[in-house]
């Protein structure tokens, strides 16, 4: 039989997704295999100083191959396309399984069939995509120019076709879009900034000249400065930083390492904190891959394993994962192995989270509108873990922390390092609002779906002055 590389009298083509996991796996000599494909279509807009500057679009394709060997597991990352290339991938790949050694969640690989979108193309990204926002972007530069703003920014799309495969007969495929804008605006002078960003599939849902407004308002609110000491605060985040802060918290939950006494979820006397009440707002947070529009993978693919993800799991459902209820901590995050271990139920998480809980009659503006004195912290920055048992975060506001008076933003305050665990921003939440999409500036180069709710922080603690600007 031909094959499909050397069509077109023996001229070298681009192999299709589809022929690199079939010729991967039908050179695996391991136990079990699984091949992963990912086909990238992406376009982008940056501006400064009021006007776009480059634009672009790219198409790419990367895999990786993971071979199973007795009780471990070695995986190899490739873009090669040759069948002499995937081979050695492959061999590599087993290479790495043998050096490995046993691996603590090992299981058999999952059994799968194959999905009737299996054999589609990859869909693709295109500038198509920005025909709404490109032209509230010019609204925006000339309101900015004629108001004495410059406007700085960019805006990504990227639909990524996941092909998934495997010896055990799964043939899995899931088309994912991710875009995201985001835009700061400072005064001509440069001594006021204020930023502000947004999550969407395809751009249809953002009104540019609406983050444009609410970055107006920003810069006016920052013609009065006020300085302000280290402390607590009567705290009010949007749902942008309260996704800062809830992503660290989704991304602890890890069951193994709870059980295992190396988490924020551990007991004090040993055991998980499973039916602990964290909080008296009955906030949720969950992770579900159905929910809309954050819609996300429904099966695993992964090229390694952690706490919260196993190789020998590629190809599994995943579910909706529920990790606080109405304030109560209710579930941790498991595979297949450590849910066996330790008696839980497989659970892992879609690649996105949800937080709800909060009046979903009001927004950040009605929490403001309580606040008789406070903060609110529109955009957090460079946060590191400082105790990962506690959870504990450091980081800095940066582009908008103002000081509201009798329920009233009044005035823009310096910058702030704060130190919060996000256990502690549930505990010391006093109020929350709508669940609404939201972009976590910290991590909006790597997750970027998420809902979260505005909330009220009963002493948010600000512990020193922050020279940034």
Known sequence: MTEPWRANGGRSEQATPQQIIERALSRSKADGCVVVVNAVGTANIRWANNTVTTSGSTTSASWYVVSVIGRAAGSVGSSATEPADIELAVR?????????????????????????????????????????????????????????????????????????????????????????????????????????????????????????DSLTQRLDWANRHVDLPPGKYDTVLPPTSVADLMIYLGWSAGGRAAFEGRSPFTAAGGGTRIGERLSTVPLSLSSDPTVHPIESAPFVATGSSSDELSAFDNGAPIGRTEIITAGVISGLIHTRASAAQFGA?????????????????????????????????????????????????????????????????????????FNMSPLDVMRQATAAGRTERALSREWSDWFTRSLMPSMRIADFNMSSVSQAQ
């Not at 399984?97 to 589609?120: E, M, V």
């Not at 927004?363 to 309580?370: A, H, I, N, R």
């Open 345 to 417: 139920e497989f659970a892992p998480a879609a690649d996105n989270f949800v937080v709800t809980g909060g009046d979903e009659s009001r927004g950040v503006d009605d929490l403001v509108g309580d606040v008789q004195r406070g903060l609110l912290v529109t955009s957090l920055w460079y946060i590191r873990t400082v105790d990962p048992m506690t959870l504990l975060l450091t980081g800095l506001t940066r582009d908008g922390v103002f000081l509201i008076e009798k329920g009233e933003v009044v005035g823009a305050v310096n910058n702030f390092r």
């Open 92 to 212: 590599a790949s087993e290479q790495a399984a043998r050096d490995a050694g046993p691996s603590p969640d090992a299981l058999d690989l999952i059994t799968g069939t194959a999905a009737d979108d299996f054999a589609l193309e990859p869909d693709d990204s295109g500038f198509g995509v920005y025909d709404r926002l490109i032209p509230g972007l010019g609204a925006a530069f000339d309101g900015a120019r004629s108001g004495r703003r410059i406007l700085y920014g960019f805006a990504r799309h990227e639909l990524t076709t996941t092909y998934l495969g495997t010896s055990t007969g799964a043939r899995l495929r899931w088309v994912q879009p991710t875009g995201t804008v985001e835009v700061n605006a400072k005064s001509a002078d440069l001594s006021r900034s204020a930023w502000s960003g947004a999550s969407t599939n395809d751009f249809t849902d953002v009104d540019i000249s609406a983050i444009a």
